[in-house]
Every structure is written in C-alpha cells, then in structure tokens.
C-alpha cells in the first residue's frame, strides 16, 4: 500500500513561527538537505539577516545552495564546516538530519545550549507517528525472524519470475554476505538487496504487470514513488520510511532491487563518476521535495539523472558498480566478477550469486568472515506490519 506525505509547507509554517518567537534574524542550518532551498526562500521573504549552512561532511564544503524562486535569482549560500561565531549566538539553530545528539555535543564547546536547536528529524518523526497512529493500532507487528521469512517468500518469487524472463540478478550486499558466512541472513539483519544489469532492470519494470499478491514500485510507473531503487511490495502488508527530505512513505514487506551499470575504466574517471553520483542523488532528492510543493510548475527531470547515471552498458564495460551510495562506500569491480553466476545457499534455498563474490566480498567489506563488533551490527528497516491481521 504505497502513499507518500511530505511536511515541508508545515515546515515552514513550524519554522516561520520559531523565528517570530525568538525574535532572530540569524539562521544557522545543520546538515544539508535537498529541500532546503524551499526554507531559503522563506528566509529570504522574511528578510532574515544572516543565513548559514553548516556540514560536517567535507565533500559538501564548497556546494553552492540557490533559493528556487525567480525573485530571488543571484542569492546563494555555500555550505561550510560546523563553526559558531561571536554574532551567531543567538541564532535559531536547526538539525536536519539524524545526527542532532552528535550536533548537540559539537556545539556545546562554543556555547550554545540544546534548546537552542530545533530537532527537525525528531520533530517530522513524531508527526508521522500521529499520523499513522489510527492506522497501525489495527495492523499486527513483523519483526525479527517472522520478518526475515516474509522477505524469503519475496525472494523467491523474484528469483522464479526472472527465471521465467530470462532476466540476470545476483543476491548482494548483505544478503550475499548472508549466504556466504551464515547460509541465511546475518542473524542481526532484517532486508534483502539484490542487483540486476541495467538492462536487465528496465525490462523488469516493463514486464511486471498485475499481481494480487505482489506489487513492483518503480519511479517510472508510480511517479511520485521517491526511491530510484525497485521494491518489490508484499500486497497485504504495511512499512513506514522516512524520507530523506521531509516526510515518509508508506510501502510494505519487501525486497530491495538495484540496478548496476558499467563504469569507466580511468581511475580519476570512476572517482569523479563517484563524486558526480552525490550530486545527482542530490539533485533527484531536491527534485521530488520540489514537485510536491510547486507540481507541474517544476520540472521532473528524474530521467535526466538516469540517463547520466545508466549512460555506460553493464554488458560492454569493463568495470560495472552501483550508481548510488545506500550503504557504505561506491564501488567499481571487474565485470568478469558478474559474468556468470553461481548458486549459493540461502536459508535452505539456492538463489544466484556472482561467479567473483569472494572478490566483491573483500571488495566491499575486507575481512568479511569476520563478524563486526556487537555495537557495529545495524539493523536498517522500519516498523513493518500484517495488514488487518
């Protein structure tokens, strides 16, 4: 059951309303977000006097931010490192993002107290608890190994309908390290992630029709679907996700499906495919935040970014990877890794794996036999739910 709900005219309203009571015309901003522009120009009708960006990721230090009303054109802001100045102590300080005890610890050395930052991420969290409450207090709770046996059941399905369309995929990221080091899932994980040549991913989205028991989420034919990644729905079943702008998204029990492409054989090149990666994710995030707020004012250029990211064939490429940083850091690896596949263990199935996965394997995670510290094993899912159940 997919819907979306975005907070940004309610969070502008929030904020407007902060400023006012506080009686500030400084504004520090924590965490780049791609709907920030749409606070910048309520700052910019408000005549706020100083307005900052401030991010403790480096790559993003430089990175020109420009309001997105006509009126407006020729204002920008450049993001900088996490400093607080003399005149920025009485500023209306707002997180972002997930990191606001991390912010709050960093900005006690200059002075500033916690309640003097708005906690935007817990603030939009406890909204959507409100919203959801009457729907979920019906529906029962999936979790732990009764969760993991549901994705099961999607993973077979996926792996029986590519067979019959003689579509290429390959369990990954976890759920290959899964297979590999326990025949089934990390015991501490909770999701499925696969991989699929571009092409092959594409012709999936076309082939996938109706389905009383599943449901295939794809941008292209669910347009305001926020991800650029498939998943692949259990029908009678109901997730909460965040978005990465402000809001969330309901979906279901599920499995996730990337598509991965080639890439340049230069060094300097993949590296700057890397970088340019972060600004398209950007860009895509910005794009959606924006179409919510101004429909068909605003253009959807979300294609633009597929054909820039997909422009180089899985099938004639050297080197192939994923075209988005999910988890943990890019990748480029030889494409002979993928160009066979091999059947492992999973749960007391098989399913196909890439004939190098012990290269991919090592490639991604090092020394991946070896189980992370108990404080280091992440578990990545939402609240999950039976559907009147």
């Known amino acids: ?67 997105v009303k006509k009126e407006f054109e020729g204002n920008k802001i450049v993001i900088e490192s996490v400093t607080i100045r003399d005149e920025d102590k009485n500023a209306l300080i707002v997180c972002s993002n997930a990191y606001y005890k991390e912010f709050v610890v960093q900005l006690e050395e200059y002075g500033i107290k916690e309640d003097q930052i708005l906690d935007i991420y817990g603030t939009i969290r406890e909204w959507t608890n409100e919203e959801e409450a009457p729907a979920i207090k019906n529906y029962r709770l999936i979790q732990g190994r009764e969760l993991q046996l549901e994705e099961l059941k999607i993973l077979q399905f996926f792996r029986d309908f590519c067979s019959d369309h003689q579509l290429r995929w390959y369990i990954a990221g976890g759920t290959l390290l899964g297979a590999v080091r326990h025949k089934g899932f ?98 895509w995030r910005y794009c959606i935040t924006m179409k919510d707020l101004y429909g068909d004012q605003f253009a959807d250029f979300r294609q633009e970014i597929a054909d820039e990211k997909y422009k180089l064939s899985f099938y004639e490429s050297n080197l192939v990877g994923a075209m988005q940083k999910v988890y943990g850091s890019p990748w480029a690896a030889p494409r002979e890794l993928f160009d066979k596949c091999v059947d492992l263990e999973f749960e007391g199935d098989k399913f196909p794996a890439p004939i190098g996965y012990d290269e991919y394997l090592k490639l991604r995670y090092g020394d991946y036999m070896t189980p992370p510290p108990k404080d280091q094993q992440r578990v990545h899912s939402y609240p999950t739910y039976f559907i009147n159940q």
Not at 12 to 36: K, M, V
Not at 230 to 250: A, D, E, V
Not at 270 to 280: A, G, Q
Request: include cysteine; glycine fraction near 4%.
């Open 1 to 67: 059951m997919f819907k979306i709900k975005y907070y940004t005219k309610r969070l502008l309203e929030y904020l407007d309303n902060e400023i006012n009571r506080r009686n500030t015309d400084r504004f520090i901003w924590l965490g780049y977000n791609p709907a920030f522009p749409a606070v910048y120009d309520m700052l910019l009708e408000k005549g706020v006097k100083s307005i900052r960006i401030l991010d403790n990721n480096k790559d993003k230090h430089g990175w020109e931010v420009t309001p």
């Open 186 to 283: 990390i015991p501490w994980d909770d999701d499925v992630d696969v991989y699929m040549p571009y092409e092959d991913y594409t012709k999936l989205v076309s082939l996938f029709g109706n389905n009383d028991t599943y449901t295939l989420l794809d941008w292209r034919t669910e347009s305001k679907y926020p991800l650029q990644f498939i998943r692949l729905i259990r029908n009678n079943t109901y997730q909460l996700s965040p978005l990465s702008t402000f809001g969330y998204f309901t979906t279901g029990c599920c499995i996730d499906v990337f598509p991965i492409a080639g890439y340049p054989d230069d060094r300097e090149a993949i590296n700057e495919k890397f970088k340019r990666h972060v600004v398209l994710d950007r860009e």
